[in-house]
């Protein structure tokens, strides 16, 4: 067998996997992309949200003189969320759950209040608000699946390989721990 054959041979072979590795890294790339895209998604979401609550605050605000306290916890959980939007997902996710759950309760509490529930601005934002929770569940397991897809491939053979060469890590989904998956409290 001849000399060359053989050198033609181990440099196809190299030349295949790392066609093949760098195949992987880009397909690794795209993903990681996707999920910060996703991610993006979100936030923009959360943010038209965050300055929507204060138009809601605002249109209650007349109508709901006794309800202070519903009030003061959604303008508090604003805040916190707005505070927490550089934060990691995990505890954004904290935040941002306790903004749902205060404008959830600021909901119910309105319900005892049926001049309110006939406002224009009342039900304009309302509305706004819902078509957002809607975006913002949607734009959540958007992002949850990219990133099951892409600790999927960082976790599988050979992709495992490539990223441990490429320091990839494992990207947390938008949810929330378990201490604070309590059922939101509603109050009447």
């Given amino acids: 067998m001849d000399i060359s054959v053989v050198l033609i041979a181990i440099i196809v072979v190299v030349v295949l996997v790392l066609l093949f590795v760098l195949r992987l890294y880009n397909r690794?790339?795209?993903?990681?992309?996707?999920?910060?895209?996703?991610?993006?998604d979100i936030d923009v979401q959360l943010t038209f949200r965050h300055n929507?609550?204060?138009?809601?605050?605002?249109?209650?605000?007349?109508?709901?003189?006794?309800?202070?306290?519903?009030?003061?916890?959604v303008a508090?959980?604003?805040?916190?969320?707005?505070?927490?939007?550089?934060?990691?997902?995990?505890?954004r996710a904290v935040a941002e759950i306790a903004l749902s759950g205060a404008v959830g309760n600021l909901f119910a509490v309105a319900e005892r209040y049926p001049e309110l529930k006939a406002?224009?601005?009342?039900?304009?934002?309302?509305?706004?608000?819902t078509t957002t929770e809607n975006r913002i569940a949607f734009a959540q397991q958007h992002y949850?699946?990219?990133?099951?897809?892409?600790?999927?491939?960082?976790?599988?053979?050979?992709?495992?390989?490539?990223a441990a060469v490429f320091a990839y890590s494992p990207e947390k989904m938008f949810a929330a721990e378990s201490q604070n998956r309590a059922p939101v409290q509603m109050r009447t």
């Fill in 144 to 162: 949850n699946e990219m990133v099951r897809q892409f600790n999927t491939s960082i976790a599988e053979l050979p992709g495992n390989l490539v």
């Fill in 28 to 40: 690794l790339v795209a993903m990681r992309n996707k999920v910060r895209n996703a991610w993006s």
């Fill in 76 to 91: 508090q959980a604003r805040r916190g969320a707005a505070i927490k939007s550089d934060a990691d997902i995990a505890t």
């Fill in 119 to 129: 406002s224009q601005n009342f039900l304009l934002v309302q509305e706004q608000l």
């Fill in 52 to 73: 929507l609550v204060p138009n809601l605050v605002e249109s209650v605000k007349g109508y709901m003189t006794h309800e202070r306290e519903a009030l003061e916890a």
